[in-house]
């Protein structure tokens, strides 16, 4: 299994990245969609994006910019001030317009039609007949509402550390961090083995560029969450495991051959049924899959199962590994993700922290090749004055001068 190096996304900045730099009569198709991570992979270049995303993240950003849109329209605040979000930056340095919905408007969604086209006249968004004031987020102002969320981020700590200590007052996540947890059996064989987890979060693209000595050297068991599976086969690695809810992951990734584990809401304690929505889909594609019910996330869930699997080393990319990421993702149920990394810290790496060792190795290597030639000269310079060096070196020369013929 070898994977292919991929070139990483570049965008080139411009000089004046205010939203009023979209040209007068500028048009595209208008594509809605609340759920920015489903509407993300159906987009075409060109288009005028409308989302409900308050707070918009960096993931969700990277994968807005992937399909150049003509412009973003929020139509709740790309910053609420919660915390300082990092999303519009990725989109405004990457000369993306970027609008939000005027004070005092209707909802969007109720006003504007999918798959037509519409025009941005200034801070105007016209569709036919209908028209809907806007309001530019420019760099400056993007600027100033982060300075002010950046006061709030002591605020935003509090609410998530008291999150997280009302989810260990619940007996079942309680549970989720002190007792062994029942994974699904699977025919990947994990225990004594590294595992890579790869999750579509920021920065993963860079971590995995990183990675092909690791994957080479020490042939992990390869566990994708949900969409990160495509991400893994458009780089030539299939992953030998696909856990999520499968609502971010194309047919065709699951139908690579992968095992499928379908993340399921934790069974309730009176009840035998489980709760996995994305199964249905799974069969409805004619594929066979096991559910995991546990609470948390899916990137929890994977975690676990490498864990509770009895893998070696968990080599995690693109997973929740510092206080900004926690904030950046903006949900409090990342509580359960900031615990069960307590529960598996003693055999989890960060991704970026083994790229960093192998990049080492592979600094040192032409210096040691040279180290090793530089030693074996003198070597060379006292055989050579032995009489055994000497019948050495006219062997070597007959044996030349018959070659030449």
């Not at 500028?26 to 270049?45: F, H, I, Q, Y």
């Not at 700590?157 to 260990?168: E, G, H, I, K, P």
């Amino acid at each position: 299994m070898r994977p292919h190096r991929f070139a990483l996304l570049t965008t080139e900045k411009r000089a004046d990245t205010s939203a009023s730099a979209v040209l007068p009569g500028m048009s595209g198709v208008v594509r809605l969609g609340k759920r920015t991570k489903e509407l993300a992979p159906t987009l075409a270049p060109g288009a005028i994006v409308v989302i409900h995303h308050a707070d918009l993240d960096t993931v969700a950003a990277r994968t807005l910019l992937a399909a150049r849109p003509l412009a973003v329209i929020n139509n709740a605040p790309f910053v609420s001030g919660r915390y300082p979000n990092r999303g519009p930056a990725v989109l405004l340095d990457a000369g993306i317009a970027l609008y939000e919905r005027a004070d005092g408007t209707d909802n969007l969604f109720d006003l504007l039609r999918e798959n037509e086209p519409a025009t941005l006249s200034g801070d105007v968004l016209r569709q036919g007949s209908f028209h809907a004031p806007l309001s530019a987020l420019s760099q400056d102002e993007l600027s100033a509402r982060l300075g002010e969320a950046r006061a709030n981020v002591n605020v935003a700590l509090s609410d998530f550390a008291q999150n997280t200590l009302r989810y260990l007052d619940r007996e079942d996540e309680r549970a989720l961090l002190l007792d062994p947890v029942a994974v699904p059996e699977t025919r990947t064989v994990i225990a004594g083995r590294a595992v890579l987890i790869v999750v579509r979060g920021d920065g993963y693209e860079e971590d995995l560029a990183q990675l092909g000595l690791f994957l080479r050297e020490q042939s992990p068991a390869v566990i994708a969450v949900d969409g990160a599976a495509d991400a893994l086969l458009s780089r030539g690695v299939r992953p030998d495991i696909v856990l999520g809810d499968m609502d971010s992951i194309s047919d065709a990734a699951l139908k690579c051959g992968a095992e499928l584990i379908v993340h399921a809401y934790a069974k309730p304690k009176q009840s035998e049924t489980v709760d996995a929505p994305g199964l249905a889909r799974v069969h409805s594609l004619g594929l066979k899959a096991q559910t995991f019910p546990v609470a948390g996330t899916s990137e929890d869930a994977a975690l676990l199962l490498a864990y509770e699997r009895g893998a070696d080393l968990i080599v995690a990319v693109g997973t929740h590994s510092h206080l900004e990421d926690f904030l950046d993702k903006g949900r409090g149920g990342m509580a359960s993700t900031f615990l069960v990394r307590l529960k598996v810290g003693s055999r989890l790496v960060d991704a970026r922290g083994v790229s960093r060792l192998y990049a080492r190795r592979q600094r040192l290597a032409p210096l040691m090749g040279t180290l090793a030639v530089c030693a074996a000269f003198p070597m060379v310079v006292l055989l050579a004055n032995t009489a055994v060096g000497q019948h050495i070196w006219r062997s070597l020369m007959v044996w030349l001068q018959l070659l030449r013929g």
